[in-house]
């Protein structure tokens, strides 16, 4: 038994006329009588009665007529979703992420990936960047928002620079240097300093010491929490000056700190990250999103 065989009845049981069915399908009517005697054959039991001038379905006839139904109703819609699987449509993507640099657009972005995708499953995991490369590394992950990290390289992970921001100095309000429109590196020698841990943050921490390296001072690390957003609860503490990427501007706002970028201007990049292997149809949609988004500015 074929596909063939139970198209050519279900045409035949549901017209109930060889002429009929044989327009339907674009067939000879002798190739419709065959098939119908070759499925009677293989199961053994009579489907249609005929006579010279009607045909009626028998009682089997009529279930096989109701699961071939079925069947084909299912059949199409695998056929359905193996499409949009292999086009990113179904499925499930494995998100990790880093929170103040994609809270601006994360939630927008996902809002299109919806629309785009509407049968894929979205799970997001909020981490550090050494635990977002970790975890795609392992699979656990399909894809990550994040900061490089000091192993990245050794990972051999495919990564696409999303944006690169400036670090700033983050001040309390009152402070001296409050209304002024930036800072230079070599004004925060000697001043109580407040940054990213660096097993929170590498690639960073490191680019923090590097910018008080090259303006000629050794910082004053007072505080290295493991929270970014902890840096500003003790600069509005009127405890330190903290160092920060400027996009804590965009997620957190009040009047009792500022931030001022820091010149010479250093920056960290954001960048999304993937393995090839693990890149399944979902996942390379997401990405084409980002691209889309990349490319128009939005993010």
């Not at 198209?7 to 067939?27: G, K, M, P, T």
């Not at 489907?47 to 699961?67: F, Q």
């Not at 979205?122 to 900061?147: C, S």
């Amino acid at each position: 038994m074929d596909l063939r065989h139970l198209r050519y009845f279900q045409a035949i049981a549901e017209d109930l006329s060889f002429s009929s069915a044989a327009r339907r399908l674009n067939v000879v009517q002798p190739a419709l009588s065959r098939a119908l005697k070759e499925l009677e054959a293989e199961l053994g039991v009579e489907l249609l009665a005929r006579t010279r001038r009607s045909a009626r379905l028998t009682p089997a006839g009529r279930i096989l007529l109701d699961e071939t139904s079925l069947m084909f109703e299912r059949l199409e819609q695998a056929v359905r979703r193996v499409r949009r699987a292999a086009e990113g449509q179904e499925g499930e993507l494995r998100l990790g992420y880093i929170g103040p640099p994609t809270r601006r657009f994360l939630g927008p972005l996902l809002e299109e990936f919806g629309r785009r995708c509407p049968r894929v499953t979205v799970h997001l995991e909020e981490r550090t960047p050494e635990r977002v490369w970790e975890m795609v590394a392992r699979g656990r992950l399909h894809v990550g928002l994040t900061r490089p990290v000091l192993a990245h390289a050794a990972l051999q992970m495919q990564t696409h620079l999303l944006r690169d921001e400036r670090l700033c100095a983050a001040i309390p309000r009152g402070h001296e240097w409050w209304g002024r429109r930036s800072l230079l590196w070599r004004q925060l020698a000697g001043r109580p300093l407040i940054v990213l841990a660096r097993r929170e943050g590498a690639g960073s921490h490191d680019e923090i010491l590097a910018g008080c390296r090259q303006a000629g001072f050794s910082p004053k690390l007072l505080h290295t929490p493991s929270v970014v957003s902890t840096i500003l609860r003790y600069v509005e503490g009127g405890v330190g000056i903290g160092i920060v990427p400027e996009s804590l501007g965009d997620t957190e706002s009040s009047d009792r700190w500022s931030l001022l970028p820091l010149t010479p201007s250093l920056t960290i990049p954001l960048v999304m990250v993937w393995k090839e292997e693990h890149a399944e149809p979902p996942v390379t949609a997401f990405r084409t999103l980002v691209t889309d988004w990349l490319r128009a500015g939005r993010l």
